[in-house]
């Protein structure tokens, strides 16, 4: 199975900053055949299920804005919320969707400073 | 509007058995993958099951294998979740999410069903 790892578990970053969580696999999760990452990051804010933010590593979901970005190839890959604001709260989860089990990591908690 | 709903959970004991059911709309149901999630109270999310638009590819964590089975009627746009020899730390929110088109991100999740197993 594909491990996922964030880093950190949680962090606090002032309103207007910028947030920045890393997520490695344990083997890559890149689909040589396409040149695309299969992996994905999740916003889910308390007593909400889950919102898709970003597909193939770095392709924003419709919708979501673009403060959010994602970047990274392979087995290593980092979310970044520019201009933090007060509804980013929320843990962030990524995961692989190149091989089942499809595996999330542990999740980053987002506070504010 | 896309939408999915979740029903079935409850109050179970352990070693008995429960039926997750979900109700797909908005959507080509028939042509999207289709995910069951779950999350355990105050922890992160883990994926249990995945099923394709044929049921024709499935698969499970290791977790749930042997004792949970997914499958779906496309004609009742339903996804179904059946769990057996239940035990306690199957106690968890269930999410059902749809695939986004052309990988296997989810682009749609419910708003859960819970499942809480104890004597």
């Known amino acids: 199975d594909i491990v996922m790892t964030q880093s950190p578990d949680s962090l606090a970053v002032s309103l207007g900053e910028r947030a920045t969580i890393n997520c490695k696999s344990s083997?890559?999760?890149?689909?040589?055949?396409?040149?695309?990452?299969?992996l994905a990051w999740y916003q889910q804010k308390p007593g909400q299920p889950p919102k898709l933010l970003i597909y193939w590593a770095s392709t924003r979901e419709s919708g979501v804005p673009d403060r959010f970005s994602g970047s990274g190839s392979g087995t290593e890959f980092t979310l970044a919320i520019d201009n933090l604001q007060a509804e980013d709260v929320a843990s962030y989860y990524c995961q692989q969707y190149y091989n089942p089990p499809y595996t999330f990591g542990q999740g980053t908690k987002l506070e504010i400073k | 509007e896309v939408h999915l709903e979740e029903s079935g959970g409850g109050l179970v004991q352990p070693g008995r058995s429960l039926r997750l059911s979900c109700v797909a709309s908005g959507f080509s149901f028939h042509e999207s993958g289709m995910h069951w999630v779950r999350q355990r109270p105050g922890k992160g999310l883990e994926w249990v099951s995945s099923i394709n638009r044929h049921s024709d590819t499935i698969y499970y964590a290791d977790s749930v294998k042997g004792r949970f089975t997914i499958s779906r009627d496309n004609a009742k746009n339903s996804l179904y979740l059946q769990m057996n020899s239940l035990t306690t730390e199957d106690t968890a929110l269930y999410y059902c999410?749809?695939?986004?088109?052309?990988?296997?991100?989810?682009?749609?999740w419910g708003q859960g069903t819970s499942v809480t197993v104890s004597s």
């Open positions: 999410a749809k695939e986004r088109d052309f990988d296997f991100s989810m682009d749609v």
């Open positions: 083997q890559s999760v890149l689909y040589t055949a396409s040149r695309k990452s299969f």
